[in-house]
């Protein structure tokens, strides 16, 4: 299949186009669609003269090219309109009767001149499908966000979330205002849907079926709390699917070198050390303990925590006895042999490296982040 990708360098079309490649080139089969995929490209920076053996050739036709922004108002209409218009009279030269998907807005519903000329983009393109008979998709976008998305542009997302990674200011009037939103890998799971011909419509549009409601205020609030999470080691609620998870993605993809990584406070003493990695709201938190050769950690017990260790590097012994009682479970672990060890709620634990010139590793997983003010931590020798 040949798949026409007009607008093929901007925001849509940069992720669509990769994702073709993908399945193109056998790395994505997670689509379940066929892999021979031939890509054409058409940007403002094409040979216009490529166009043409484009249309005479094409399978399908992505039209993602679309004027935001112009220096002057009549430009909305040249590139909405007038370059839909070419395409299409293009395709009619070559009697291509392949569908044809058209990336419209939302405010294709209002009267202001970029929503005119979407409006006017959308009319020529149904026009073309009744009188060719040409299947025509066509996609009223709302606000679309994820990576790649060019900031300080026409996306509030973007740059809040450029903004924020790199220090600088932002502006929000109104905290209030309802955005809906749909993500950039919704909005591509979509278009490789309607590729197979299983698109969602909405009367005679077409339509991301996934979209959120979210205010701007809470948007710049997450926003905010990701920025923190280095220095406080939160993760922040990111269940699947949600706008949360998909947002922090999108912040991810804008922050500098110099974010990429950062600190961790490492607690040091003459044992070894011990390292808080992650915390979480619901899920309990993450650390790596280091002990010295020949050292014992632990000797304590909880009411109600519990926790996995797991020894990635080294040879250790991991003891464990229920309070009351004199029976101690053993368990020797090493980093040959990875697995995870229950620390049972009731029963005084320890970690004992068995090594006399190796440091023992162990990751640990507690259910819950240690409270200070209420520790569950109490010392008893195994």
């Known amino acids: 299949m040949k798949i026409l990708v007009t607008g093929a360098h901007g925001f849509v079309g940069k992720n669509l186009c990769a994702t073709l490649k993908n399945i193109a080139d056998g790395k994505d089969k997670s689509h379940n669609i066929d892999s021979n995929i031939t ?9 216009p003269s490529l166009l043409d053996g484009f249309c005479r050739e094409c399978d399908f036709v992505f039209h993602l090219a679309g004027v935001n922004r112009p220096q002057n108002n009549d430009e909305f209409m040249q590139g909405n309109f007038g370059f839909t218009s070419t395409l299409l009279e ?4 070559y009697n291509n009767t392949c569908p044809v998907m058209i990336s419209s ?4 519903a209002l009267e202001n001149p970029y929503g005119l000329s979407k409006k006017a983009g959308e009319d020529l393109i149904f026009q073309y499908g009744k009188e060719s008979g040409v299947r025509v998709l066509v996609y009223r976008l709302p606000n679309v966000f994820g990576k790649w998305c060019r900031p300080n542009y026409n996306s509030a997302v973007a740059t809040f979330c450029n903004n924020v990674a790199n220090d600088l200011p932002i502006t929000v009037n109104d905290r209030s205002v309802l955005m809906t939103l749909v993500y950039i890998d919704d909005v591509v799971d979509e278009l490789v849907a309607a590729l197979k011909g299983c698109e969602n419509r909405d009367g005679d549009f077409c339509k991301i079926p996934v979209e959120h409601k979210i205010t701007l205020g809470e948007i710049v609030d997450l926003i905010y709390s990701f920025k923190e999470q280095p220095e406080n080691l939160l993760m922040p609620e990111i269940p699947l699917g949600s706008f949360e998870k998909k947002l922090y993605s999108t912040y991810l993809s804008y922050l500098p070198k110099e974010k990429v990584s950062f600190p961790l406070k490492m607690n040091v003493d ?72 229950h620390m049972l709620p009731g029963y005084t634990h320890n970690i004992i490296n068995l090594s006399e010139n190796e440091d023992l590793v162990t990751v640990m997983w507690a259910n819950e982040s240690f409270d200070p003010n209420k520790p569950d931590t109490f010392f008893e020798k195994v």
Do not use: M
């Not at 890509?39 to 040979?47: L, N, Q």
């Not at 807005?105 to 294709?108: V, Y």
């Open 39 to 47: 890509v054409f490209e058409y940007d403002i920076d094409t040979d």
């Open 90 to 93: 293009n395709l009619k030269k």
């Open 105 to 108: 807005s939302i405010q294709a």
């Open 270 to 341: 003459d044992r070894g050390s011990f390292t808080e990695l992650l915390k979480t709201q619901k899920c309990g938190q993450f650390s790596v303990n280091i002990s010295n050769p020949g050292i014992t950690k632990g000797q304590h017990w909880h009411n109600t925590k519990w926790e996995f260790f797991i020894v990635v590097s080294g040879r250790g012994l991991i003891q464990q006895r229920k309070i009351g009682t004199d029976e101690v479970l053993e368990f020797f672990v090493s980093g040959d042999k990875i697995e995870a060890v």
